[in-house]
């Protein structure tokens, strides 16, 4: 029960054996943070340091009430850009710019708090709609996405905010000839120091990032660090962050809880996407319902500490992974250190190459994408491939949140469409007494006067219209007079369905035999027992098991059977 409402307690034993790699992990995750939670604020609409502050308080209350072990939360590009969208239409930042930073607090809590209630409510269930092919397909275009944002700290390029990846790469075509060479042997040096640790100095691998940012760093230095354009981070503010309430009067709430609702749905979806893709690696159970718990208790805490809203970020998280973290401790490092740099070496940390980190940032993007499993997916299904394409171009192409819910409709649509095609097989008995299908055997025979149905699928409004289309056809087309239903593999039947089985069952009592059914699972039968149904076509029609249903049928049989497939045909004619 203590796991359950603290779920840290259960990687907290672990820490004998990790804590020195989360240690890494987490070094590494600070120094990767700082130019974005510059950046992210900025798209905010706030000021530079409330993106350090979300980036200090979120990821740690994430990282203890979480399930993600490799998870790292704070200030993302998508929440940033939702968050700003939300709050102008209220306030504008560079006219009111207090105004609009207290309702960014107010709406950080909303969302907190509409994330911890579907959390609660045990709404984690949803993720399990997003397959796969949605994940994978998400992670690659991710990447894709990172590594083309950095290419402006690549060559030193002033490339356009807001640009596409179209209009990143024809911006630096076309002005190729205006690249900053300094700052792209300071990029380009620091990616190949990293693979060079990484795939030949093993002893060093696990630290491979961390040295290169370092090295990359001293390059910076030795080719004339600012005067020859290599931009750092800048000056870093050296404050923790202030306790606020959030102003959370009604007026507020009612302006800003549709906007809150849009922002928490999209942080639940990326932070749960984001801990999945890194699971396919990890082999870790993600638990979707503690995630949502834990972005939501993140954010309410987090607002109350001057911290707009947060979810998981792919960059620090995939740099995380690949840090070496074990346990989310690296996390709470990463906060921890982060804090220290505000503290006490901000003005060291302020002289980070940016190309150097888009050179590692480079490389965490070519990681991202796995080719493994793509080309898993392209050999093995059709649909599958769809689905992830249409998550990875829309991740390029358009907003996250569009293209995770296009890959989710889409994965959604052929789900549907593959349940609402139930298989209907026709039994005969072969020569061994067996029931089978009788495409499988074309010896195997029928009753004359009986026709055994197998339906190999649930019952539900989207298949009706085929099992109804098949029992149409059987009605008009046959003067079989008793169908049997062998139900063995219905799973459950809906409302729809249990009305349109009782009218079919209720007509063919009328003007034919009769329809049973045997071996229908007890959990199948909620719904018709509920619904009063059960009453209505009469509980005799039910059956466990297939054999005792066809000699029950028999008895029944007024017309002698023209076809002997059963040795009850033969007691019947007797």
Same mark, same amino acid.
């Given at each position: 029960?203590?796991?359950?409402?603290?779920?840290?307690?259960?990687?907290?034993?672990?820490?004998?054996?990790?804590?020195?790699?989360?240690?890494?992990?987490?070094?590494?995750?600070?120094?990767?943070?700082?130019?974005q939670?510059?950046?992210?604020?900025?798209?905010?609409?706030?000021?530079?340091? +409330?993106? *350090?502050?979300? $980036?200090?308080? &979120?990821?740690? !209350? @994430?990282? %203890?009430?979480?399930?993600?072990?490799?998870?790292? #939360?704070?200030?993302?590009?998508?929440?940033?850009?939702?968050?700003?969208?939300?709050?102008?239409?209220?306030?504008?930042?560079?006219?009111?710019?207090?105004?609009?930073?207290?309702?960014?607090?107010?709406?950080?809590?909303?969302?907190?708090?509409?994330?911890?209630?579907?959390?609660?409510?045990?709404?984690?269930?949803?993720?399990?709609?997003?397959?796969?092919?949605?994940?994978?397909?998400?992670?690659?275009?991710?990447?894709i996405?990172?590594?083309?944002?950095?290419?402006?700290?690549?060559?030193?390029?002033?490339?356009?905010?807001?640009?596409?990846?179209?209009?990143?790469?024809?911006?630096?075509?076309?002005?190729?000839?205006?690249?900053?060479? +300094?700052? *792209?042997?300071? $990029?380009?040096? &620091?990616?190949? !120091? @990293?693979? %060079?640790?990484?795939?030949?100095?093993?002893?060093? #691998?696990?630290?491979?990032?961390?040295?290169?940012?370092?090295?990359?760093?001293?390059?910076?230095?030795?080719?004339?660090?600012?005067?020859?354009?290599?931009?750092?981070?800048?000056?870093?503010?050296?404050?923790?962050?202030?306790?606020?309430v959030?102003?959370?009067?009604?007026?507020?709430?009612?302006?800003?809880?549709?906007?809150?609702?849009?922002?928490?749905?999209?942080?639940?979806?990326?932070?749960?996407?984001?801990?999945?893709?890194?699971?396919?690696?990890?082999?870790?159970?993600?638990?979707?319902?503690?995630?949502?718990?834990?972005?939501?208790?993140?954010?309410?805490?987090?607002?109350?500490?001057?911290?707009?809203?947060?979810?998981?970020?792919?960059?620090?998280?995939?740099?995380?992974?690949?840090?070496?973290?074990?346990?989310?401790?690296?996390?709470?490092?990463?906060?921890?250190?982060?804090?220290?740099?505000?503290?006490?070496?901000?003005?060291?940390a302020?002289?980070?190459?940016?190309a150097?980190?888009?050179?590692?940032?480079?490389?965490?993007?070519?990681?991202?994408?796995?080719?493994h499993?793509?080309?898993?997916?392209?050999?093995?299904?059709?649909?599958?491939l769809?689905?992830?394409?249409?998550?990875?171009?829309?991740?390029?192409?358009?907003?996250?949140e569009?293209a995770?819910?296009?890959?989710?409709?889409?994965?959604?649509?052929?789900?549907?469409?593959?349940?609402?095609?139930?298989?209907?097989?026709?039994?005969?008995?072969?020569?061994?007494?067996?029931?089978?299908?009788?495409?499988?055997?074309?010896?195997?025979?029928?009753?004359?006067?009986?026709?055994?149905?197998?339906?190999?699928?649930?019952?539900?409004?989207?298949?009706?219209?085929?099992?109804?289309?098949?029992?149409?056809?059987?009605?008009?087309?046959?003067?079989?007079?008793?169908?049997?239903?062998?139900?063995?593999?219905?799973?459950?039947?809906?409302?729809?369905?249990?009305?349109?089985?009782?009218?079919?069952?209720?007509?063919?009592?009328?003007?034919?035999?009769?329809?049973?059914?045997?071996?229908?699972?007890?959990?199948?039968?909620?719904?018709?027992?509920k619904?009063?149904?059960?009453?209505?076509?009469?509980?005799?029609?039910?059956?466990?098991?297939?054999?005792?249903?066809?000699?029950?049928?028999?008895?029944?049989?007024?017309k002698?059977?023209?076809?002997?497939?059963?040795?009850?045909?033969?007691?019947?004619?007797?």
């Amino acid at each position: 029960m203590l796991t359950k409402v603290f779920p840290f307690l259960t990687w907290f034993p672990l820490l004998k054996n990790t804590w020195k790699d989360d240690l890494i992990a987490g070094i590494t995750g600070t120094i990767i943070v700082i130019p974005q939670a510059v950046a992210f604020a900025m798209i905010a609409g706030l000021p530079p340091i +409330y993106g *350090f502050y979300t $980036a200090m308080i &979120t990821p740690i !209350i @994430a990282a %203890l009430f979480g399930s993600s072990y490799h998870l790292i #939360s704070g200030p993302t590009t998508a929440i940033s850009i939702v968050v700003y969208s939300t709050l102008v239409k209220f306030v504008n930042p560079e006219t009111d710019l207090e105004s609009f930073i207290s309702l960014a607090l107010v709406l950080t809590f909303l969302a907190g708090l509409f994330q911890l209630a579907m959390g609660l409510l045990r709404m984690g269930k949803l993720v399990n709609f997003v397959s796969h092919s949605v994940v994978i397909g998400f992670t690659a275009g991710a990447g894709i996405l990172i590594a083309f944002k950095q290419l402006k700290h690549v060559f030193g390029i002033k490339v356009p905010q807001g640009s596409t990846i179209v209009e990143i790469v024809t911006y630096i075509i076309q002005h190729i000839t205006e690249t900053n060479w +300094y700052i *792209f042997i300071v $990029a380009v040096s &620091t990616l190949l !120091i @990293a693979l %060079l640790i990484k795939f030949l100095i093993k002893p060093l #691998s696990r630290y491979y990032m961390l040295i290169a940012m370092v090295l990359g760093s001293i390059i910076a230095i030795l080719l004339g660090g600012e005067e020859n354009g290599i931009e750092t981070v800048g000056h870093i503010p050296s404050n923790l962050p202030p306790f606020r309430v959030p102003d959370l009067n009604y007026d507020n709430i009612s302006r800003l809880s549709s906007g809150a609702m849009v922002l928490a749905l999209l942080g639940l979806i990326e932070a749960v996407a984001i801990g999945r893709a890194i699971a396919l690696h990890t082999h870790q159970k993600i638990d979707g319902n503690q995630e949502f718990i834990g972005q939501g208790v993140s954010n309410m805490i987090a607002s109350f500490f001057s911290s707009y809203a947060g979810s998981g970020s792919f960059t620090r998280s995939g740099v995380n992974h690949q840090a070496g973290a074990k346990t989310p401790l690296s996390a709470i490092f990463a906060s921890v250190f982060l804090m220290m740099v505000l503290l006490l070496f901000a003005n060291y940390a302020s002289h980070l190459p940016k190309a150097a980190m888009g050179g590692i940032i480079l490389l965490v993007g070519y990681n991202l994408i796995d080719f493994h499993h793509i080309k898993q997916v392209y050999k093995s299904s059709g649909k599958e491939l769809i689905v992830l394409s249409v998550t990875l171009f829309g991740t390029l192409l358009f907003d996250l949140e569009f293209a995770l819910l296009a890959g989710i409709l889409t994965s959604f649509f052929f789900y549907m469409e593959r349940t609402s095609k139930p298989n209907i097989a026709i039994l005969g008995i072969d020569k061994n007494r067996n029931l089978i299908n009788i495409i499988r055997d074309k010896d195997s025979l029928e009753c004359s006067n009986l026709k055994i149905v197998r339906i190999d699928g649930s019952l539900y409004f989207g298949s009706i219209e085929k099992i109804s289309d098949y029992f149409s056809k059987l009605y008009d087309e046959n003067d079989i007079q008793y169908v049997l239903i062998a139900a063995d593999g219905i799973n459950f039947i809906d409302l729809a369905a249990a009305e349109w089985l009782t009218n079919e069952i209720i007509k063919w009592q009328k003007n034919r035999g009769g329809i049973y059914i045997a071996g229908l699972k007890i959990i199948s039968q909620d719904v018709l027992k509920k619904g009063g149904f059960i009453d209505k076509i009469g509980r005799n029609i039910f059956f466990t098991d297939k054999k005792l249903a066809i000699s029950e049928i028999h008895k029944l049989m007024e017309k002698p059977c023209k076809v002997k497939a059963f040795d009850e045909c033969r007691l019947s004619d007797d």
